[in-house]
T-cell receptor
Framework: ETGVTQSPTHLIKTRGQQVTLRCSSQSGHNTVSWYQQALGQGPQFIFQYYREEENGRGNFPPRFSGLQFPNYSSELNVNALELDDSALYLC???????????FGQGTRLTVV | AQSVTQLDSQVPVFEEAPVELRCNYSSSVSVYLFWYVQYPNQGLQLLLKYLSGSTLVKGINGFEAEFNKSQTSFHLRKPSVHISDTAEYFCAVSDLKGGSNYKLTFGKGTLLTVNP
């Protein structure tokens, strides 16, 4: 039990649609990161938010965007879904000065 | 930029046998090193981490890892595995940004299968 919860657990969308994934972090964890894990691969860093501002991004296009809220929840939004966006999306949170990222159980997104 | 190579995509072993999962990393700066475990249809759970100090790090479930700076390796070991250790294992390194660890760069994972 990491204290990080994600919703929904599974989701099916059609190519071209938009999707919002949600994450609730532990209280006091002001850093949240999102990762994409394609089948058979390791997680890939999408971006990180610190105190409600994006402070780092991986090699993902602008149609991947996010929000972080003062209540330690966050969102990952993906526009114009493509088939290759099918993956497990993981949220991870970290406290101030912490060295360990706590992961949620992930959201499995399937784009058809 | 950092990179992580997990040298074995699959490692089958028998129950109670020892196991070593290999990890090499590349980085031009100091990094933190981690091993995570992922059970089917679940997120990632931290097994252990190396930040500094002693190069032998002990983690949960009887796992340990040794940091070797000269060989840029961080291999994971367990002296006697159980059926319940069957899972995917990921080695990861973190950038250091502003003094706190930043993004994690993962390897592609090693599937450990423990057979009876």
């Amino acid at each position: 039990e990491t204290g990080v919860t994600q919703s929904p657990t599974h989701l099916i969308k059609t190519r071209g649609q938009q999707v919002t994934l949600r994450c609730s972090s532990q209280s006091g964890h002001n850093t949240v990161s999102w990762y994409q894990q394609a089948l058979g691969q390791g997680p890939q860093f999408i971006f990180q938010y610190y105190r409600e501002e994006e402070n780092g991004r991986g090699n993902f296009p602008p149609r991947f965007s996010g929000l972080q809220f003062p209540n330690y929840s966050s969102e990952l939004n993906v526009n114009a879904l493509e088939l290759d966006d099918s993956a497990l999306y993981l949220c991870a949170s970290k406290g101030q000065g912490g060295t360990e990222a706590f992961f949620g159980q992930g959201t499995r997104l399937t784009v058809v | 930029a950092q990179s992580v190579t997990q040298l074995d995509s699959q490692v089958p072993v028998f129950e109670e046998a020892p196991v070593e999962l290999r990890c090499n990393y590349s980085s031009s700066v100091s990094v933190y090193l981690f091993w995570y475990v992922q059970y089917p249809n679940q997120g990632l759970q931290l097994l252990l981490k190396y930040l500094s100090g002693s190069t032998l790090v002990k983690g949960i479930n009887g796992f340990e890892a040794e940091f070797n700076k000269s060989q840029t390796s961080f291999h994971l070991r367990k002296p006697s595995v159980h059926i319940s250790d069957t899972a995917e294992y990921f080695c990861a390194v973190s950038d250091l940004k502003g003094g706190s660890n930043y993004k994690l760069t993962f390897g592609k994972g090693t599937l450990l299968t423990v057979n009876p």
